[in-house]
C-alpha cells in the first residue's frame, strides 16, 4: 500500500503562513513530507492572532510564492475564506470549496484533490462531507477530531488524523508505540495542526526532535496526504 511498507506517516498544516516556510525547512531536512491546506481568498493577506496573551503571526503568502513555497509538498484546499461549512447552505459549501480547489489548481500547477474542514469545534458533519463527495472533485477531507490510533480508514471525507502536533506528549507516545510496530496490516500515522502555533511557546525545537525521532526509518514510508490516501 505505502510503496510496499506497511506503515506510513503524513502530516497536514492549515491556513497557509508564512511560518509554512520554517515548518517546510524541518520537513524537508528529515525527508518528511506534508501537506499544507490554504484559502486561495485569502493568500496575501496580513493578520495576527492573540494567542495567551502573545500576538502571533498569521501572514499568508501572495499567490505568486505559493508554488516556490510549497515544492516538494502537497497544496490542499481549505476553502476560500474559511467559514465553518456547517453554518452555509449548499450552495455556498460548494463555492466555497470547488472554486478553492480550481484556483489553488491553477496556482500549484496540478490539480488539487485533497483538504481540510476550515475552523475549530464542530467543523463538518455528515451532511457537509456528502455534498463536498457528489459536488466537487475532492477526494480526501481532513477533519479536526483525534483517533489516538493508527487504523486505515475507509471514508476520506470524513478522514480524523491520529493526533495534533501541539500534544506533544501524546505525539512522542504515539510515535514510540508506531516505531515499534510490526503490523500485519497497513497502519497510518497522521499529524495536523498549524505552524504559527509554534511561535506561541517556541516549540520548533521539541518539533524538530519529534521530526528526528519518526525519521529515517527503513520500514516506513514518509509522503504528502495524496501519497498514502488515494
Not at 501537506?35 to 495567551?52: A, E, K, P
Request: net charge negative.
Amino acid at each position: 500500500m505505502f510503496n510496499g511498507k506497511k506503515k506510513a506517516v503524513t502530516f497536514s498544516y492549515d491556513d497557509g503562513v508564512t511560518q509554512d516556510s520554517r515548518l517546510i525547512s524541518v520537513l524537508n531536512k528529515y525527508g518528511l513530507k506534508g501537506t499544507f491546506n490554504l484559502n486561495s481568498g485569502l493568500l496575501g493577506t496580513d493578520n495576527h492572532l492573540i494567542i495567551n496573551d502573545k500576538t502571533i503571526s498569521h501572514v499568508k503568502p501572495r499567490a505568486c510564492e505559493v508554488r516556490t513555497i510549497y515544492e516538494g509538498h502537497e497544496i490542499a484546499a481549505h476553502t476560500l475564506t474559511h467559514p465553518n461549512l456547517t453554518g452555509c447552505d449548499e450552495a455556498e459549501i460548494i463555492r466555497q470549496v470547488e472554486q478553492d480547489r480550481l484556483m489553488l489548481s491553477e496556482i500549484a500547477g496540478y490539480e488539487i484533490t485533497g483538504m481540510a474542514y476550515p475552523g475549530g469545534g464542530v467543523n463538518f458533519n455528515h451532511d457537509v462531507a456528502e455534498i463536498i463527495r457528489n459536488n466537487t472533485n475532492i477526494k480526501y477531507a481532513r477533519t479536526t477530531v483525534c483517533t489516538g490510533d493508527f487504523d486505515i480508514q475507509s471514508n476520506l471525507l470524513e478522514f480524523r488524523p491520529t493526533v495534533r502536533h501541539a500534544d506533544f506528549d501524546r505525539l512522542f507516545s504515539l510515535a514510540r508505540e508506531f516505531i515499534s510496530l510490526d503490523p500485519d496490516e497497513p497502519k497510518l500515522f497522521y499529524i495536523w495542526g498549524h505552524s504559527y502555533e509554534f511561535d506561541v511557546d517556541d516549540t520548533w525545537d521539541k518539533f524538530e526532535e519529534f521530526c528526528k525521532l519518526i525519521s529515517g526509518r527503513d520500514d516506513i514510508f514518509y509522503g504528502a496526504n495524496r501519497e498514502v490516501l488515494q
